[in-house]
């Protein structure tokens, strides 16, 4: 039983970490229809940006900054260089995923090289662990909830209380009449890429930070645990994205604890099918995903 | 020398084999099947499963199940049955009314998980592991390490794959591969025009199924092992990419692709001197691969062959006028 | 036209529906079409009577066209029954009514792009052994009576339509009104007892939109019978008898236009909507 009191405290930390990365991730679909599948690899490549300066001497902290902004900047510029062009091409929804298949298959194999293969770990004080109950987390774990929790109000302040917002917010429900109206999209777009490749870089480290260690080869384990949460919540609904974190979160946590470890992913991604299957709409969403166009 | 040729040669084989099944069901059909490595990887564990002794054998250093030693050809045949038979489970999960960029990616998840299960549960088909030692056909009558043997396997593959193509071409030219091209085009008018868009679907699914099951017996009887490390997901990529860049919609589009792309790609590989740490030619070769993909998306998506245009023959006598007053 | 004693305008409130002059190729019942908290089409009841082109019109968001989509089966009725050449089809899907000679067009174009324009036409034809996967591998020897038989049907009405000369041409590099009027063609591949068009004139050049009333007219004459949902009036008038009209998903009247254009509510509804 503690066993699982102890996975349910881990799920704590799993869903703030699947929270901030489902809540960039869903947006970018709903404001660009976009199912960006290069996501884990961008998280990744933000993680090991935010390595390369930690391992030289700064703090983890900062770090995490940089990994932000790498990527923001990075994401902007594959909206910007690659998924833009191809869908003001009029390539079709199939097309666009295998151009994000290829985008992530390049980014991996780039950034293997320059990384390496071999595991790292950020330079870091885990802190004291606190206990309550079975559940045991250490400061950066609480810490990283912590980060989620502000990154949620964030998002939330922004959608809700800035003009950006709201741009964002009517150019995700109908760009056209959203460009009607006068505002901006293309820069709306442009903006939106940078912010939610901000969560994704921020997202990337904390997973890095939660882990003994990583590589480049855990970029894709991150993506399906993502894609779960957001589509489970209803894909382009940021609030739906957060529930579904917590759902994902805490399954694959206590799936951990109560089948198997190995079984953990198989959790998540039974779960993403199973969705997209039988409810793509997700769980909040009254907007159907079930379109006969595309 | 001869190995390498015969390697080629099977290889080049199989991977026509698995781009035709694909231009099948993505180029003609427009059912983006990332699935695909399953129907394959379960073909060649079937293969495996039934030529095999049962798992005490050889030292019994495997957990499988079956093991039911069966000669040449029935396990072949199994594992093109078992390919077709995959295909209405998943085909009835996935091939519904959803986005075609969420059936694509739930699809692609089913083949993770596929792999993921089969790799964490060795009695099944030796987990991680996976199957070594399968004998190769009629190794009881002929002796496989023989140059001759070699031959003829290649030319066995050669063979079907060619009777396959064959098969394709049939269908492709017919009433049938039309109705399955205007499914393509507008699903929603080809349904309103008498069209089981379902059962059309599922056809050409289970088509693909037996084809795809067929290429990894045919592999799996030539390489003798078979372990999860062989059919992850991004296999199904390089055979979309062989696909997009030979040419869409049609059957010499699909085996140029499979010949520029999954053979010609690797052979090419093999003649660049190492550079750099180990491991940098193979991530040169993905980034190479998702560069082909994308450029050709870009500048040339219908492919190397485009499909053609289809051209009825100028009747021999002309039906004669008929004068009407209206219109 | 005199105006039919028996075409009495459905009130909202009293959905009562008119007495039929001879038995209705399609009777729909208390047809409503729900989704999503929205309700597109509220208790509708029709008879469409063969031989006869009767038009739907209404204002934007009547629910004219989600009617017309239920009728085909593009779309499941939330409750009600169709009833189409004596059997019901309310349970039935689309390709199943195409089949038995409900068939309908669309409003957005709709032809197969890739295929060429006999192409087109030639996947709507029915009856063509090689159109199973059986068949297909069997090869041309097994089909090619079938194929070229149909070949030459679709080329009469190619000429009928004057195409014959875009035969070969892709369908997706025909203008709106050519498009328009392949889409009308390859439904008659089917040799359907009543074509539902959905707004055929939108999208079309206004000289085309002519042209195509009178292939409507031609083609009536022949005995088949048509039901138009539009917005173009003149055409409406030229061609249907009768028409219906409804307003936000409910039939708000039936009759000529003469008829119609004196029935204060209808205007009404039809300025306001």
């Known amino acids: ?294 | 020398m001869t190995y390498y040729l015969t390697t080629v040669l099977v290889y080049a084989g199989v991977d026509a084999l698995a781009c035709l099944a694909i231009s099948l069901q993505f180029g003609v059909s427009g059912i983006v099947n990332f699935s695909f490595i399953i129907f394959q990887a379960a073909g060649a564990y079937t293969a495996g499963v039934l030529s095999m002794p049962p798992d005490t054998a050889n030292g019994g250093f495997q957990t499988y199940i079956l093991g039911l030693n069966l000669p040449f050809p029935l396990p072949w045949i199994g594992a093109t049955v078992v390919g077709a038979l995959l295909a209405p489970p998943i085909g009835l999960v996935v091939l519904r009314r959803l986005r075609s960029d969420y059936q694509a990616i739930a699809m692609l998840v089913l083949s993770v998980i596929a792999t993921l299960v089969v790799t964490n549960t060795p009695p099944f088909l030796d987990g991680a592991a996976g199957l070594a030692l399968v004998p190769q056909p009629l190794a009881n009558l002929l002796d496989p390490s023989s140059a001759g043997y070699e031959w003829a396997y290649a030319a066995a593959t050669v063979v079907l794959a060619a009777i396959v193509f064959v098969i394709a071409q049939r269908i492709i030219n017919s009433p049938y591969g039309r109705s399955l091209r205007a499914m393509r085009e507008n699903e929603l008018a080809a349904n309103a025009l008498g069209k089981n868009s379902v059962a059309l679907k599922m056809s050409v699914f289970v088509v693909g199924g037996a084809i795809a099951g067929l290429s990894g017996a045919i592999l799996v009887g030539f390489i003798t092992t078979w372990a999860p490390s062989t059919w992850l997901y991004p296999e199904t990529l390089i055979l979309f990419a062989a696909v997009i860049v030979g040419g869409r919609g049609n059957n010499y589009g699909a085996v140029l692709g499979a010949l520029l792309v999954p053979v010609g790609f690797e052979e090419a590989t093999r003649y660049i001197p190492p550079f750099g740490p180990p491991g940098l030619i193979p991530a040169f070769e993905w980034v190479c691969i998702g560069g082909l993909i994308l450029g050709f998306l870009w500048f040339r998506p219908r492919g190397v062959i485009p499909e053609r245009r289809r051209v009825f023959r100028v009747a021999a006598a002309k039906q004669p006028e008929e004068e009407r007053g209206a219109g | 036209m005199p105006v039919e004693a028996d075409a009495v305008a459905n009130r909202r409130d009293a959905g009562g529906e008119a007495a039929p002059t001879s038995v209705a190729l399609l009777q729909a019942r208390g047809v409503s079409r729900h989704f999503e908290g929205m309700h597109a089409v509220e208790d509708v009841s029709i008879d469409v009577q063969p031989g006869r082109i009767t038009g739907l019109i209404g204002p934007n968001g009547a629910g004219k066209s989600t009617f017309l989509a239920v009728l085909a089966g593009t779309l499941p009725a939330s409750s009600g029954t169709i009833i189409f050449d004596g059997t019901d089809v309310t349970r039935m899907p689309a390709f199943q009514r195409a089949r038995r000679g409900l068939v309908r067009t669309f409003q957005l174009p709709s032809e197969f792009a890739q295929l060429t324009v006999l192409e087109n036409l030639m996947t709507a034809a029915p009856d063509n052994r090689g159109d199973s996967l059986i068949g297909a591998l069997l090869g041309r020897r097994y089909w090619g009576v079938d194929e070229d038989r149909l070949v030459m049907q679709a080329r009469v009405l190619l000429d009928r339509f004057r195409m014959s000369a875009k035969e070969s041409d892709y369908a997706g590099s025909l203008s709106g009104g050519q498009k328009r009027l392949v889409e009308i063609m390859r439904s008659l591949m089917l040799r359907p007892r009543l074509l539902l068009l959905d707004e055929p004139m939108s999208g079309v050049h206004p000289s085309i939109v002519g042209e195509i009333a009178s292939y409507c007219e031609a083609l009536r004459d022949d005995g088949l019978t048509i039901l138009i949902v539009e917005h173009e009036l003149h055409m409406i008038e030229r061609l249907c008898d009768p028409v219906i009209v409804m307003a936000q998903g409910h039939v708000i009247g039936q009759g000529t236009m003469t008829f119609l254009r004196q029935q204060r509510e209808i205007v009404d509804a039809y300025l306001v909507g």
Request: net charge positive.
């Open chain 1, 1 to 294: 039983m503690s066993l699982i009191v102890a996975a349910f405290g881990f799920g704590l930390v799993s869903m703030s970490i699947i929270a901030i990365a489902a809540v960039g991730f869903t947006m970018q679909f709903g404001i660009t229809n976009m199912i960006n599948l290069a996501y884990g690899q961008v998280m990744i490549a933000s993680a090991f940006a935010a390595y390369a300066v930690n391992n030289a001497g700064v703090n983890i902290w900062l770090s995490m900054i940089v990994g932000a902004v790498f990527g923001a900047v990075f994401s902007f510029l594959l909206n910007r260089g690659i998924y833009a062009p191809f869908q003001r091409k009029g390539t079709n929804l199939i097309g666009m995923v295998i151009i994000s298949l290829a985008v992530s298959l390049v980014i991996a194999n780039v950034l293997l090289p320059i990384a390496g293969y071999d595991s790292v770990s950020y330079h870091l004080d885990t802190g004291a662990t606190f206990h309550a109950g079975s559940i045991a987390l250490t400061g950066v774990q609480i810490a990283i909830m912590a980060v989620a929790v502000v990154v949620m109000v964030v998002v939330h302040s922004l959608l809700h209380f800035t003009r950006l917002g709201k741009a964002m917010r009517a150019t995700a429900a109908n760009p056209t009449l959203a460009r009607n109206c006068g505002i901006p999209t293309a820069r709306v777009i442009d903006l939106a890429w940078l912010i939610t490749g901000a969560l994704c870089g921020v997202a990337g480290v904390v997973a890095g930070m939660n882990s003994d260690a990583f590589a480049v080869a855990n970029g894709s384990e991150f993506l399906i645990p993502i894609i779960a949460a957001a589509v489970l919540g209803g894909a382009g609904h940021p609030y739906g994205a957060m529930i579904g974190a917590v759902i994902i979160g805490e399954m694959t946590e206590l799936s951990a604890a109560v089948i198997s470890p190995e079984y953990k992913q198989v959790v998540a991604f039974a779960v993403l099918v199973l969705v997209m299957v039988l409810r793509p709409q997700g769980l909040l969403a009254k907007r159907g995903a079930l379109a006969a166009a595309g």
